[in-house]
């Protein structure tokens, strides 16, 4: 895939991390009474972003590059300890880097002029943009946890400050579960740095140098004890961390309170991407620094993700607040993707790809129709809705299909991945694929009964519930289309990511 080539001598990806960092300055030195202009500022820095990133996504050719890794950037940074900073993009990261930058788009259209402190909110959106953008392209260990660590800071106050009900409590558990899990990877890390230099006598962070020789070794634990693998004792250290964030039962605890506490802006962006980057971090780290670890632990970590999905199908079953609902359903379908990851093969792990960028468009939908809801309705109560489609039939159509394709109907972006994740399942770990076809039915129940009890019968009298205005259709529009266009033409993705998985460690076992 490559529509061009974009001269060689432009750091691309530098200027991408760079966008979003000088729009939060231009935030920063306007005065906060011209919420208009902070607002524009906010939305224009988004735009010449995601314009950037799709240059880059449209100069990406497959298969191509060392590792296949194109745009590579490289500086010393500290040269005595061996970090660097190192920049690069590959199949793992190239579309998950354009659904950031659209998230982030929109998160910043639907934030409200009138949102208390605008200054600081659209401030703090625009460095969370640059900090997950740097997760996706960092390919030294040290810039990565750095870009990792940055993300939380204004995440913590996005929630704590802008949030409702519970939102110290939300915010405050998911720091303390995000900095637990940070600090296992920490020392997994300095673990892997180590190890790397005592085997070949290179001190580096660098991913493409540590791959190419992976940890090896056993751990003698006294008293007779058994040992323990180092691959495997490395792994488990990344893997809290990414855990944590995807989550995957039972480390997801944090996440029903931090979404329902986030304001719509801020869990469009949450669910739809920060949530990724923990199975990102699999691919990237686990799978590929750790290959033979990932085989002997991918069994009870996709027993862990089917759970996942049948847990959050029950949950979102019995929840009477939609956002909650949503989350919960969220939680399940995230299960899907750990299970695609987790089964070791081809067809699982490119799943589990496609599947990270359609949940990210789908559950920014739904979150984006619950927003609606609330705004109109004044409550986002199952119990206190119905009718909505006799007075928005417009409305109606377009949740319609927003929850064909979370319930992963044929035809739209939903299925393509789950379809893949069950076949790469089926491969593995067949009960698992059993229990995840449940996860699918019980999708089909909580989706359907949110559409239906929302939108039928007739309505509560006086109807007041008005028609979408043409700024939300704006929003949704670019999901939709991504929706279908992915559901129609389901072989896009897996051809632009196939040459890159290919050549996982994991897979070449």
Known sequence: MSWYTL??????????????????LLVAITPSVAGRVIKQLGILTSVLTLALVVAVI?????????????????LQWIPSLGISYHLGIDGLSLFLLGLNALLFLIAIVVTDSSTRRLKEFILLLLILEAATAGILLALDL????????????PLYFLIGVWGEGRRIYAAFKFLIYTVVGSFAMLVAILAVAGINFSQTGQLTFDWTVLVQHPATGVWHLPGGLPSIGIPQLLFVGFALAFAIKMPIWPLHTWLPAAYTASPIPVVIVFAGLVSKLGAYGFLRFNLALFPDAAHSLGGPLAVLATIGILYGAFMALVQTDLKRLVAYASMSHLGFIGLGIFTGNLLGIEGALVQMINHGVIIAALFLVVGMIELRAGTRLRAELRGLAATAPLFAALFLVVSLAALGLPGLNGFVGEFLIMLGAWASFLPLAVGAGIGVILAAWYVLRFYQGSTQEAPPQPASFPEVRLVDVGVLAPLLALMLVIGISPAFFPAAVDAT?????VILR
Do not use: R, S
């Open 7 to 24: 001269p060689t001598n432009v750091p691309w990806l530098t200027l991408i991390l760079v966008l979003p960092l000088v729009g939060a």
């Open 58 to 74: 449209g100069g990406f050719q497959q298969g191509v590059g060392n590792l296949h890794l194109q745009f590579e950037e490289t």
């Open 142 to 153: 040290i810039l990565f946890y750095v870009f990792w660590e940055a993300m939380l800071v």
């Open 501 to 505: 998985v290919k050549a996982l460690p």
